[in-house]
């Protein structure tokens, strides 16, 4: 098959080689009339736009259009990329049914003939050019379509016109609105015969053409009939179905558009939110206010009451409350203090604030945000596969019980068997197209990934949203996913000539180098208490269960029972201590000098306000949670009990978790893991979906298949709730699209007839396959209005 890339609808994208006579506006790619009032010479060369705001798009940026119509060879250049979305990427075009087929110019997909869109749209785009060119069509041919239809229902009873003259008016009327108002149909068709994908412009091409052609040889030939085709002193004609076949279908598609067209409504809602421009604080004290994408990384700017976080960084002076509900869900401000993170398009409530940019352009959140909901709604989900290959074979299924349909009725029907074969074969072409079966799935994964991004769940990709539902055990981590992950130094005590001071500048020494939330807390105590930290010589991390380093010239092993068990060292004299601190759910931590116990380190991780709740609302959902963390067991116990949770696992390490995961899909539980660390991304990938909170660390989001922005265990109950109601719709889609195929071919093909005396007119056919494709699309808006608080 020849590269999807070369095959585009002529109608909206024209071959120019260069040529500056071109009828094609150069950005959007519609086509322009010889007068239009935006025209530009550039270079030499004469261009014509559709509206002042494509000639506004050229004359900002003209090199950007040329150089993409001398690489693509075609006038439709790339879309300048949103400052939230990776500049490299401009603009992509996908197929809503077919993720798969990416191009970097709109046109039609080589599958399933269906209009491209951009992958990512734009903030400021203007109408889709195809549903502005199907309404162009659609108007302009639909008096003739009324009027051929009017003298074919009536033109005789009214004594309107006689005999043959009748015929000659319906094909000068019908002519128009077949070829030039079903051009785009008929060459969809032809592709998709040439590149051998029978599709749903297949079977539209096919029956339209075969009413026309009839018609249009009933009108100039009837010598060719026998007698038994005349009626009423002429042959009978059908230019009406074909004529009102080709509005139905464009009128279908024009609501099917507009309804595609309210599924990127949550990406453009998130590209929205950023502000367009930033205030930076030079070096000499001096305040401008620059273009957000001229930020760089390591910019002091200042962002003043009421105005948005322009991109990712810490706070340098000031405190503030900031909304970030947009991003993450949360309803109440989150109050900023010196060093805390700021995450860009985010509210800044009250209060001036001083910040450093630390991530900008394609690195923030908000621009990370914008690419997985992207990814994820282009995606396929598995129950669309059976559907794929169903309509692999159902257009040439339908294209041989048409041709059936013909012959039967031609060879055992009535006098009139021929004429009846043909129009209930048209009937069956007509109302047997999949398009409705290709968007049961594609449209509620898009509408479903929008809205849960709005509420700070973001999934990678269809399958995610698919299998959440059928979750039925859930493991989570303790430190940052039950609990804040932001741990408060408790105390310290020391052994022998160890005393707690010593034991505390020892363990923050070398925990410089560890990035586990336990550690920040040591540092940033033993630097507020004034101690002076030593340099580690050597740092090395014990794989979830401590670390290990040179400090001062001293071996230093700093983590948990198994690491000490691990290098022989004896944790008796201290083990009452740690059980009685554990009890009250504080972590411990040992630390051993050169092989001997030097003493222990008490951090205390207060559990989230909505832990509780989240839990005891998921077992009410039948879902079983389990405690999976490397703490100690008394303190996961403390902790567990408090949350009302059964079955808990201390001290376990990350290949641990992953076994842990690995036998209970062995018992045949469908298990989902939470975690927040590079220790839980073993566990992440193995489990059947891995959900990783948003505050957590790069390695466990990248390894899982659903991130909650905020790092919130309700997100998963929120998570779920889409995922069940999402997995509905898809079903509600495809049960429809398969019960209505199934009720409308027989009746089509006119084998109740016998029964009911009545036959499917095209006309009904065309106007039931319209309104079967809109239905699919607008049953999927409905998950936008599900409460998943």
């Not at 009748?166 to 998709?192: H, M």
């Amino acid at each position: 098959m020849p590269s999807p890339s070369c095959h585009h609808d002529q109608d909206h994208v024209h071959h120019s080689h260069g040529n500056s006579d071109s009828q094609h506006d150069p950005v959007c790619g519609m086509e322009v009339k010889p007068d239009s009032p935006y025209q530009l010479i550039f270079e030499g060369k004469g261009y014509r736009f559709c509206s002042a705001k494509c000639l506004g798009k050229f004359q900002t940026s003209p090199h950007q259009y040329i150089s993409h119509q001398a690489h693509a060879g075609h006038h439709q250049p790339a879309a300048a990329p949103h400052p939230s979305v990776p500049a490299s990427q401009g603009a992509e075009y996908t197929c809503p049914m077919h993720p798969q087929i990416r191009q970097p110019t709109p046109g039609t997909c080589p599958i399933c003939g269906m209009a491209l869109e951009p992958v990512i749209p734009e903030l400021d785009e203007e109408e889709n050019p195809e549903l502005k060119d199907f309404a162009r069509r659609f108007w302009w041919t639909l008096p003739l379509t009324v009027i051929v239809t009017v003298l074919a229902m009536a033109g005789h009873s009214l004594q309107l016109l006689h005999g043959t003259t009748q015929n000659w008016v319906e094909l000068v009327l019908a002519t128009p609105v077949t070829l030039w108002g079903g051009r785009v149909f008929f060459r969809r068709g032809i592709d998709s015969i040439r590149l051998r994908s029978p599709n749903m412009w297949t079977l539209i091409g096919l029956g339209t053409a075969a009413a026309y052609l009839y018609s249009v040889a009933a009108t100039l030939v009837p010598q060719w009939f026998p007698s038994a085709f005349v009626q009423d002193g002429r042959i009978g004609v059908y230019f009406e179905a074909a004529a009102v076949i080709i509005s139905l279908t464009l009128l279908g598609q024009m609501l099917e558009l507009k309804a595609r067209s309210q599924t990127s409504a949550a990406i453009k809602s998130l590209l929205g939110l950023a502000p367009k421009t930033a205030r930076r604080i030079a070096p000499d004290g001096q305040e401008e206010d620059i273009p957000l994408t001229h930020v760089h990384q390591g910019d002091h700017l200042r962002v003043r009451p009421g105005e948005k976080v322009p991109v990712d960084g810490r706070v340098l002076e000031g405190e503030s409350a900031v909304d970030e509900s947009m991003l993450t869900g949360e309803p109440v401000p989150v109050t900023k203090r010196v060093g805390d993170a700021l995450i860009g398009a985010t509210m800044n409530t009250h209060g001036s604030l001083v910040m450093e940019a630390q991530k900008v352009g394609a690195e923030t959140m908000l621009s990370q945000i914008v690419q997985m909901v992207a990814k994820a709604q282009r995606s396929k989900a598995p129950m669309q596969r059976m559907a794929d290959a169903v309509a692999g074979y159902f257009v040439v299924g339908v294209i041989l019980i048409a041709i059936l349909t013909f012959f039967g009725w031609g060879l055992f029907g009535p006098e009139s068997g021929w004429v009846f074969g043909l129009i209930n074969a048209v009937a069956v072409l007509i109302i047997a197209c999949p398009c409705a079966l290709g968007l049961a799935t594609p449209m509620s994964v898009m509408v479903a990934t929008g809205k849960a991004a709005g509420s700070g769940v973001l999934f990678r990709d269809a399958s995610a949203i698919e299998n959440l539902c059928k979750i039925d055990t859930l493991i989570v981590d303790k430190t940052g996913t039950l609990t804040e992950g932001r741990p408060v130094f408790h105390s310290a005590q020391g052994l022998g000539t160890y005393i707690a001071n010593e034991v505390l500048r020892l363990a923050a020494s070398l925990d410089q180098g560890s990035e586990h939330p336990l550690a920040h807390a040591i540092v940033d105590h033993a630097r507020s208490a004034g101690l002076a930290l030593a340099k580690p010589e050597t740092f090395e991390s014990g794989s979830g269960i401590g670390v290990r380093g040179m400090v001062e010239g001293h071996l230093l092993q700093l983590g948990n029972t198994a690491l000490m068990d691990e290098a022989g060292v004896d944790i008796a004299p201290l083990r009452d201590l740690a059980e009685q601190l554990r009890l009250e759910g504080i972590s411990i931590i040992y630390l051993a000098v050169d092989g001997r116990l030097a003493g222990l380190l008490a951090v205390s991780d207060p559990i989230k306000p909505t832990s509780q709740q989240a839990v005891s609302r998921l077992q009410d959902v039948d879902v079983k949670v389990i405690m999976a963390t490397g703490d100690g067991l008394t303190t996961a116990k403390a902790v567990a009990r408090q949350l009302g949770i059964g079955e808990v696992h201390g001290e376990v390490k990350p290949q641990d978790k992953e076994k842990l995961v690995a036998d209970l899909q062995g018992h045949g539980r469908r298990v989902a893991m939470a975690g927040d660390g590079i220790n839980d991304a073993p566990a992440l990938a193995r489990a059947d979906v891995g959900i990783a909170m948003g505050t957590g660390t790069d390695v466990a989001m990248n390894s899982a298949q659903v991130t909650l922005v905020k790092g919130d265990l309700m997100g998963i109950l929120r998570a779920r709730t889409l995922s069940v109601a999402t997995v509905k719709n898809m079903r509600q889609n495809l049960a429809f699209a398969f019960l209505y195929n199934a009720m409308g071919i027989p009746l089509a093909a006119g084998l109740l007839y016998p029964l009911t005396g009545h036959l499917l007119s095209p006309l009904i056919a065309a106007l039931a396959m319209s309104i079967s494709s809109a239905s699919v699309v607008f049953n999927a808006l409905r998950l936008r209005q599900t409460r998943i608080d």
